[in-house]
């Protein structure tokens, strides 16, 4: 009998090499390449410290082996050619890959380096070492990615440019055989020559520092060799021989049934010789979090301890919070020193509470039907974000009291973008901390706005909500907490029920639609509303809507019947719809059409426009001052011919730096795609339409359209104080409301003319 299974290892080197034959393919059963890029990053920064990474479970494969398990090349591989890569002449096609996909997938992207985008991304992310922080142990900051571009691509093609910046390219490691250490000895030969050149010139600053870029260019070179040398994966290969079948109740095992050693229980075995009883003090703090379904909210305390003491909440961090526990940090001024972050077990006990108390809060307003919408915990987006949303609201408690208002502001939506883009269904320690910190800064710095809140203004429009069919999901959560923060009232009743009597219910229910819609979504979202039991039951029943609806509307008359679905983002379009008899499979996928309109409507009314938080009136007066910008740049576009050299020039060159400031935030911005005013115009502000309009360069080409000078100077005031009042104090008085409301009313009939 052959031996089933095969214990071994291998070097970076050969591993990278393997991947780069097309040695590893993919089965059809494991699910798509899901690691973001700071997770590919977290995994390079892993293997670079010695790190243990896991093992990989291979499969010894053959042609028939392929075939039955439908197997792919792994992602970016080769993306020319077939993708069953035992159909064309010189693959090398070997094991597939049964455990361990995504950290493959992740290394052959990183050191690889194929010309494809990542998934779910337009660009593509390339991958890097910092060298000078590497030497000087700034292990945090040593690793980086940065999105295609055309200055990274300057970079990459200019190895002068690499070493003086001590940009080391992963991909070096994983390109020909020479060009590793070719590299390496490039970068050394860079700064004794530098050095050199400085001590001619008696530059005696400059000398001591190439010298020591040279000293840690040496230093580096024999670390990189050690570690594409020496670092081993370790792997477990199954024989050829296998049956499928065998093979695939082996991978089911390892996925369901794997028993791991929690980072908690470590915390506690610390802790016990100092005294403290971790476990005990979590069984009393448990009852105070138990609405959150989840087993690791006693690590989540931990980690909300390690985000507000040190902003990093991955395993490497918790042990820092060890009483007495040294950690090395580096001052401002460079020099390395030690600290202690937690001085004794009182301390530690006293953090804790305080850690238990933000996530108590955390859950509260998360809960909570007016604020964030998630009734039951099943309905939480991620119980991930606990822990960083949780330290961010204690951040914001901290503040002075005339600046929590706008913190709160900020924090939601920095959720929102989370929970509609997906952002913490991965890995997510590396993107808790990136958030924490981004988050602290943008609170005292309204310019340092996340990058990733311009990503979700950008594509939340692609959401395709139809696909949303699993509770549980963030984005079907984040749909169903939106309706009850809107309000959904009761059908039968017209009030906003009792929270605890509400669950998602289908609007064309599943049993009809089975039987006479044949081929339709019936479980998506966009069929799903907050009802009661008993609404479900006694008005929907097992009736289509053409059936239960015209009964409502004859009792409580359309107008009536129309305010109450229009609170579950049911427009008078989609309600004309559901009516529509006889109703077919056509219908429905008009009226799923429509709903997901009207909801993705709401997102960016709600959310991006942050409206949320207004009263319906002010609502609706901030949509004014919208419908008048808009208006504005419209005019300005037509009179100026939607030429960007016809604005005042002091106008221009403010929009150009504005535009390349938003460019260095999101790769999603390509400065060279904003030729024409209509794309300029957009990061223009009420003032400078204002500016644009009045400066004495224009004023001419706008006077036949607005007259007075003065009455729009006068108007544009009102215009911007309304809407000042609106987006930051949230208190309009009434005379900041009249003027407002004239002021629009002013400008659409100025404009409409």
């Known amino acids: 009998m052959k031996d089933?299974?095969?214990?071994?290892?291998?070097?970076?080197?050969?591993?990278?090499?393997?991947l780069k034959e097309g040695r590893y393919v993919i089965p059809d059963f494991q699910r798509e390449f899901e690691w973001r890029p700071w997770d590919i990053n977290s995994l390079v920064r892993s293997i670079f410290l010695d790190y243990y990474v896991g093992s990989l479970l291979l499969w010894k494969g053959k042609r028939e082996s392929f075939d039955a398990l439908s197997c792919e090349v792994i992602y970016g591989f080769n993306n020319q050619c077939d993708p069953h890569p035992w159909n064309y002449d010189g693959s090398k096609a070997d094991h597939i890959v049964l455990d361990g996909q995504q950290r493959l997938t992740a290394l052959h992207y990183a050191f690889v380096a194929p010309d494809v985008p990542l998934p779910n991304r337009a660009n593509r992310a390339v991958y890097f070492l910092r060298v000078d922080r590497f030497a000087n142990e700034q292990y945090d900051e040593a690793f980086e990615y940065d999105w295609s571009s055309h200055r990274l691509r300057k970079v990459l093609a200019d190895l002068e440019l690499q070493y003086a910046g001590h940009i080391f390219p992963l991909s070096v490691i994983g390109a020909g055989r020479y060009d590793l250490p070719n590299w390496l000895q490039g970068y050394e030969h860079f700064w004794h020559e530098t050095a050199e050149y400085a001590e001619v010139r008696g530059l005696g600053t400059d000398v001591e520092a190439a010298r020591r870029h040279a000293a840690n260019a040496e230093a580096f070179g024999e670390y990189v060799k050690n570690i594409t040398e020496q670092y081993q994966i370790a792997c477990i290969e199954l024989d050829s021989d296998l049956a499928v079948d065998k093979v695939c109740?082996?991978?089911?095992?390892?996925?369901?049934?794997?028993?791991?050693?929690?980072?908690?229980?470590?915390?506690?075995?610390?802790?016990?010789?100092?005294?403290?009883?971790?476990?005990h003090m979590w069984r009393a703090a448990s009852s105070r979090l138990e609405f959150v379904d989840t087993g690791k909210m006693n690590v989540y305390v931990l980690q909300v301890m390690s985000i507000l003491l040190q902003s990093y909440c991955s395993p490497k961090y918790l042990y820092y919070l060890l009483p007495g526990q040294e950690k090395q940090i580096r001052t401002p001024e460079g020099e390395l020193q030690k600290e202690i972050l937690i001085r004794d077990t009182d301390e530690f006990e006293r953090l804790w509470n305080e850690a238990v108390s933000a996530l108590e809060y955390g859950i509260d307003l998360l809960k909570h039907p007016q604020e964030f919408g998630a009734i039951s915990s099943q309905y939480l987006?991620?119980?991930?974000?606990?822990?960083?949303?949780?330290?961010?609201?204690?951040?914001?408690?901290?503040?002075?009291?005339?600046?929590?208002?706008?913190?709160?502001?900020?924090?939601?939506h920095w959720y929102w973008a989370s929970v509609f883009t997906n952002r913490y269904s991965g890995a997510v320690e590396s993107t808790t901390a990136r958030d924490f910190l981004d988050l602290k800064a943008w609170m005292a710095d309204?310019?340092?706005?996340?990058?990733?809140?311009?990503?979700?203004?950008?594509?939340?429009?692609?959401?395709?909500?139809?696909?949303?069919?699993?509770?549980?999901?963030?984005v079907y959560n984040g749909v169903?907490?939106?309706?009850?923060?809107?309000?959904?009232?009761?059908w039968m009743t017209g009030t906003v029920p009792l929270h605890g009597d509400l669950d998602d219910h289908h609007i064309v229910p599943s049993s009809r639609a089975r039987d006479e819609l044949a081929g339709v979504n019936v479980h998506t979202i966009l069929n799903r509303t907050p009802l009661t039991a008993e609404t479900n039951r006694s008005l929907i029943g097992d009736r289509l809507p053409n059936e239960y609806l015209p009964q409502m509307i004859a009792t409580n008359g359309e107008a009536r019947v129309r305010a109450v679905l229009e609170s579950h983002f049911i427009s008078p379009t989609a309600l004309a719809i559901l009516l529509r008899d006889p109703f077919r499979a056509d219908d429905y996928e008009a009226f799923i059409a429509e709903r997901q309109r009207t909801i993705l409507d709401a997102i960016e009314n709600l959310l991006i426009k942050e409206r949320l938080d207004l009263s319906p009136t002010l609502r609706e007066l901030d949509e004014g001052v919208e419908r008048a910008e808009l208006g504005l740049r419209r005019c300005i576009v037509q009179v100026l011919h939607n030429d960007p050299q016809a604005l005042p020039p002091h106008i221009n060159q403010k929009l150009d730096e504005v535009i390349l400031k938003a460019a260095k935030k999101s790769a999603a911005i390509d400065p060279a795609n904003f030729t024409m005013l209509a794309e300029k115009l957009q990061y223009a502000d009420l003032r400078e339409l204002q500016e644009t309009i009045t400066s004495k360069?224009?004023?001419?080409?706008?006077?036949?359209?607005?007259?007075?000078k003065e009455t729009l100077n006068t108007r544009f005031s009102q215009l911007a104080e309304l809407r000042n009042s609106i987006r930051h104090s949230r208190n309009v008085d009434g005379v900041t409301r009249m003027d407002g409301e004239a002021a629009i009313l002013w400008f659409e009939q100025v404009l409409g003319k």
């Open 4 to 18: 089933a299974q095969k214990p071994d290892h291998m070097s970076l080197n050969a591993l990278i090499g393997r």
């Open 249 to 279: 109740d082996i991978f089911t095992q390892i996925n369901s049934k794997g028993i791991r050693l929690d980072v908690f229980d470590l915390v506690n075995a610390l802790l016990k010789p100092k005294g403290l009883q971790l476990k």
């Open 381 to 412: 987006p991620y119980v991930t974000i606990l822990p960083v949303f949780a330290a961010l609201q204690t951040v914001c408690r901290r503040l002075p009291g005339d600046m929590r208002l706008d913190a709160q502001r900020k924090i939601r």
């Open 446 to 474: 309204d310019d340092a706005r996340p990058a990733m809140l311009q990503e979700f203004h950008d594509h939340f429009r692609g959401l395709e909500l139809r696909k949303e069919t699993k509770k549980g999901t963030s």
């Open 480 to 490: 169903f907490n939106l309706l009850i923060i809107q309000g959904a009232r009761d």
């Open 697 to 708: 360069f224009t004023w001419d080409r706008f006077e036949p359209r607005f007259a007075s």
